[in-house]
């Protein structure tokens, strides 16, 4: 069993998938809840924002991680529905953190054949954001190597409510009968439609809950929680959790 106390390869081994991860068993599609900024900046005495900074550079090294190692599909949950509630400053701080990384980080992206999309609620998003979500995704929308989804004014109920709404409005228009209403066609209205499931949902900072993550496409995703804090998640946890993975065994019901 891979543990937190699992022996790591040298920083050296890291850069490539290290030879202890079977490359025919990688997740297709890893998703992360970031959890743990706050914490990570109080225990240093600093403010929550310095951990929400941080976090970033967090997130840019795992990007480069999942390319590197072959992983084609990342989905992190940047701000949930429910983090409305958190004080004003720190809402509008992460707005113009998300804002101004994306401005910073988009050459790369383009640069390195990454394909970033955005679900969840965008139209409540300040408009300044909103732009330049709308040109990081147009810029990008033929890149290959990484599909690369950020769940921002994401929550997994919310998005089900979208979803029935515009069902039943087609039904309404007559383009759709009751009855062909099915799993199958539910997914093409989600916000995911087109990606594979999760298989591997990473948590960090302890916490064993899914705080309204994608609650349909978890469904049969293995879970991995680490108590580290997001900030301190590097490619030496991300092999862990990897390697956690690779040992399960997925039965999706059957025997
Ligand atoms: C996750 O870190 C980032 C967001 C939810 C935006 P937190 O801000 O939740 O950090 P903790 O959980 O308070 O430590
Ligand atoms: C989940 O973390 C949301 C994100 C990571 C963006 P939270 O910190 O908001 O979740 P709870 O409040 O601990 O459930
Ligand atoms: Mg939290």
């Given at each position: 069993m891979a543990t937190e106390s699992t022996p790591l390869p040298t920083f050296q081994q890291l850069l490539s998938l290290p030879p202890s991860l079977d490359r025919q068993k990688l997740p297709r599609h890893v998703a992360v809840i970031m959890d743990g900024n706050g914490r990570w900046a109080r225990q240093k005495g600093l403010p929550r924002i310095v951990g929400h900074r941080q976090g970033t550079e967090t997130l840019k090294e795992l990007l480069r991680c999942c390319k590197d190692w072959g992983i084609p599909a990342l989905t992190v949950y940047a701000f949930s529905t429910e983090n409305w509630q958190r004080p004003r400053e720190e809402v509008n701080f992460l707005m113009l953190l998300f804002e101004t990384v994306l401005g910073q980080e988009l050459a790369q992206l383009i640069q390195e054949d990454v394909r970033i999309q955005f679900i969840g609620?965008?139209?409540?998003?300040p408009p300044s954001l909103r732009e330049q979500i709308q040109r990081a995704m147009t810029l990008t929308k033929?890149?290959?190597s990484l599909l690369f989804t950020v769940a921002t004014n994401y929550g997994g109920r919310q998005e089900l409510v979208q979803a029935c709404q515009r069902i039943a409005m087609e039904v309404q228009c007559g383009n759709l009968t009751v009855d062909e209403i099915n799993g199958q066609l539910v997914e093409r209205y989600l916000?995911?439609?087109g990606l594979p499931d999760p298989d591997l949902l990473i948590r960090t900072s302890?916490?064993?809950?899914?705080?309204?993550?994608?609650l349909w496409q978890l469904a049969y995703s293995e879970i991995y929680v680490t108590s580290t804090l997001w900030p301190d998640f590097d490619r030496g946890q991300f092999y862990r959790a990897l390697l956690a993975y690779q040992q399960r065994e997925r039965r999706f019901g059957k025997l």
């Open positions: 609620s965008l139209s409540d998003l033929d890149n290959q916000y995911t439609s302890g916490e064993m809950r899914i705080s309204n993550f994608l």
